[in-house]
């Protein structure tokens, strides 16, 4: 692309801006702001027009139960049966979703690499792989594992893994991939500039990774090894129960199409997504979607209707993913504070909101399916995600829930 093609587009969208420092740039950088122009999905901008906007339309919700943990107590010896078998016919993968920025934490560095270790080093990566590690110890098979990075993190994670020889695995089984990017956004829609030759983006969701990896050229690796189902899960739940025997068997032996691990809420107000029914489809209501009345539906005998909340872990379907790869997901828009160059030419870094940036969830891949089994967990044994530094959901919180389950930090 040359200056006048990329005006030409930029005029298209009302971004001409972005080449207001292009005279000022050296022959690299001006080559270097033409291709990331280039790269540019113009079409993410027409969802901030709300009736562009898939997400505002929802359907109507209906509860669904859940697979419980005395269910799975029960079939337990079935389930397994059945997990093992696909594990050891390589039949399963996992996916770790590490492109995040992790903003609430407030690290700077990949969020894999936090160290959780209080009297030695213990990584939330190494806490993922040692999980992993012990799938792989009792079914005597190395588990495919393939971790997304962003364009901004990837270097980073992949001279980690390296450094630290993949935590004992097996590296010739871990693969990474990067994820794609996507431009921010002040409110009137104009992409921000982060410096005279940088264009401002962030990675653009968790729920692009499956297309990213087609773009990758990993489908055809899943495909020549025999992969038909992708455990997908979060980097910083560290009690993280990955390619689960028995949350695989369950989900083939019901001949779902998809499965999410789920634990029953805390409290009716918890702020987590419900899995539910919408249109009579799986789906995932958001806390701040519920009414009052659904928050507080019960059973007959007491029991919260809508009470079953996601852990982000999902066991998805190859080939079903292939086919739903050609349909587009919903934009979610985000407000964020995003660091910007104004139009003097001077770096902001702003205290509040200042923009919008447009993200794909993994959470909205579910309501694509015909079904999705959700297969409930023991909260304190497999939830312990680390999104911020103390509180709710933070390193504290996780730290004592990894010492009440005998690991050492
Ligand atoms: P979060 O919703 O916690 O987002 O991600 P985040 O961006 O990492 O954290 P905050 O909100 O800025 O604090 C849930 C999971 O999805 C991954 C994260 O790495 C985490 O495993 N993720 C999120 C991606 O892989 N890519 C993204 O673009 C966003």
Redesign the pocket.
Known sequence: MNYNDAMELLKKYGQEHLLAYYDELSDVGKADLLSQISKIDFSLLDNLNADNNQNSQRGSFEPLGAVTINDIQKFSEEYKTAGYDAIKAGKVAAIL?????????GFDKP?GMFNVGETKDLFIFQCLINNLMKVVNETGTWINLYV?T?EKNNDDTVAFFKEKNYFGYNGDYIKFFI?DMAPSVDFNGKIFLESKSRISS?????GG?FSSMVRAGLLDELKSKGIEWLNVF???NVLQQIADPLFIGAVIKSGSESGGKVVAKADPQERVGVLCLEDGMPSIVEYYEMTDEMINLRSEEGELLYKYGVI?NYLFNTAKLEELNQKKMPVHIVDKKIPFMNENGEFINPSSPNGHKF?TL?LDMVHMHNSCLPYEVVRNKEFAPI?NPDGVDSVVSAKALLKENGIEL
Do not use: C, F, I
């Open positions: 979703l590490a492109g995040g920025q992790g903003t609430r934490l969020k997304m962003s994820q962030s990675p653009n969701g968790n990774w979060a980097v910083d982000l993200e993994v999104k």
